[in-house]
């Protein structure tokens, strides 16, 4: 069966800490992705990845980087978090045509 | 740029009976993917059902059905016989047709709650 791992399901951090959310896919897989999900708002694309080493800007990249060293594992960095970075952290990981295999979820709160 | 919007934050249904969520769209490509993805209490999001815009009929999975309405740039999803399983968020979702690299833009999500 197909595993997308997020490594914590809740997370609690202070302001200014840096922060790292990992993921870890088992599929091999090219392509992965990190979205944010807040009530209201849906899920927003923050960065993703289609090949090792290789990352693209999503919609709401500020605030955030992202490192691909291997294929199976991405990892999303908050340089400084900050109170407004509190929300639902989603890893994806996907061959293609739109089929998205996801994690359960890091939810962050950032005090 | 797409836009997705979810006009029903929440909704309701009891076991059994049928339920349609809606979805428009705007986007000015002519071939694209719209898909439904539902996320339940165990935040795990799953595919439902997906759409390749350039074919006419409209795509069925078991009890999901949609109804693509090209023209009017709407896609609802109907969920016949609910069961309390289906409970979940529902995302309507669009992708590019060329994009490999299934770069999704969601809308923000009907809740959907199914009693007895």
């Known amino acids: 069966d197909v595993k997308v791992t997020q490594s914590s399901r809740y997370l609690v951090k202070r302001t200014g800490e840096k922060v790292f959310l990992e993921c870890v896919q088992d599929?091999?897989?090219?392509?992965m992705f990190w979205y944010r999900q807040d009530p209201g708002l849906g899920l927003r694309l923050i960065y993703f990845?289609?090949?090792?080493?290789?990352?693209e800007k999503g919609d709401i990249p500020e605030g955030y980087s992202v490192s691909r060293e291997k294929k199976e594992r991405f990892s999303l960095i908050l340089e400084s978090a900050s109170t407004n970075q509190t929300s639902m952290y989603l890893c994806?990981?996907?061959?293609?045509?739109?089929?998205?295999?996801f994690g359960s979820g890091t939810q962050l709160s950032v005090l | 740029a797409q836009t997705v919007t979810q006009s029903q934050p929440e909704m309701s249904v009891q076991e059994a009976e049928t339920v349609t969520l809606s979805c428009t769209y705007d986007?000015?490509?002519?071939?694209?993917?719209l898909f439904w993805y539902k996320q339940p209490p165990s935040r795990q999001m799953i595919l439902v059902i997906r759409?390749?815009?350039?074919?006419?009929q409209n795509a069925t999975e078991n009890r999901f059905s949609v109804n693509f309405q090209k023209a009017a740039k709407s896609f609802s999803l109907k969920i016949s016989d609910s069961q309390l399983g289906d409970t979940a968020m529902y995302f309507c979702?669009?992708?590019?047709?060329?994009?490999?690299?299934?770069?999704?833009?969601f809308g923000t999500g009907t809740r959907l709650q199914v009693t007895l």
């Open positions: 994806a990981s996907s061959l293609g045509r739109g089929k998205l295999f």
């Open positions: 599929m091999d897989h090219e392509n």
């Open positions: 990845s289609y090949d090792v080493k290789m990352k």
């Open positions: 986007t000015s490509e002519s071939n694209y993917y």
């Open positions: 759409q390749e815009a350039y074919k006419q």
């Open positions: 979702a669009f992708m590019k047709h060329l994009w490999t690299a299934s770069k999704l833009t």
